[in-house]
């Protein structure tokens, strides 16, 4: 949070949508000082744009996981029964591809430009940031969502479930967790 490098008042204050790098720096505290996880939608993309950038910088020990349910059940599918054939369907970027296992089938018609992320920033039992002191180990996942909630993914699984007759269908999202 120290690279942020933003001037905040001294109250911090829980944001349900956050549009500056100084609201992300105050919803941030405002967990962190209870300890309470939360999840935030970062409205403005370009700060959000400038906190992945942060994130990714190489003094981070930084590390990048599929996240969303569909993505993990797919995964676990395809590692843990390989006669079972795991479809995923859901908006697939360039990295989430890459981590995932080869056997998960994939739908051309799914695949994005540029990942979903999610960023998790996880912190332990008395951690300081300022004056503030962390009373439990949690996380803070700030996002910019675009698909999340919108109808062009349920497009995306029926055009791709048409060609496709599944003994088992499980619908939920995909996404790329990046956790500091």
């Keep these: 949070m120290n690279q942020?490098?933003?001037?905040?008042?001294?109250?911090?204050?829980?944001?349900?949508?956050?549009?500056?790098?100084?609201?992300?720096?105050?919803?941030?505290?405002?967990?962190?000082?209870?300890?309470?996880?939360?999840?935030?939608?970062?409205?403005?993309?370009?700060a959000f744009e400038k906190l992945v950038r942060l994130t990714e910088n190489k003094d981070q020990k930084v590390h990048h996981y599929i996240g969303g349910n569909a993505a993990l059940m797919a995964q676990k599918i395809a590692s843990s029964f390989p006669t079972a054939t795991a479809f995923l369907v859901g908006p697939i970027g360039p990295r989430s591809h890459a981590l995932l296992h080869p056997s998960v089938v994939r739908n051309n018609s799914t695949r994005i430009a540029q990942d979903e992320l999610h960023v998790i920033l996880e912190y332990k039992q008395g951690e300081i940031i300022g004056e503030y002191v962390a009373p439990a180990s949690s996380r803070f996942i700030?996002?910019?969502?675009?698909?999340?909630?919108?109808?062009?993914?349920?497009?995306?699984?029926?055009?791709?479930?048409?060609?496709?007759r599944p003994d088992l269908i499980v619908c939920y999202y995909l996404l790329l967790w990046i956790i500091l």
């Design 4 to 46: 942020l490098n933003v001037t905040v008042a001294e109250n911090h204050a829980d944001h349900q949508t956050m549009d500056s790098m100084e609201e992300l720096y105050e919803t941030f505290i405002h967990f962190f000082s209870k300890g309470a996880p939360a999840e935030r939608f970062m409205a403005n993309e370009e």
């Design 142 to 164: 700030a996002s910019h969502d675009q698909f999340s909630g919108s109808s062009l993914v349920i497009d995306m699984f029926f055009k791709a479930i048409s060609s496709v």
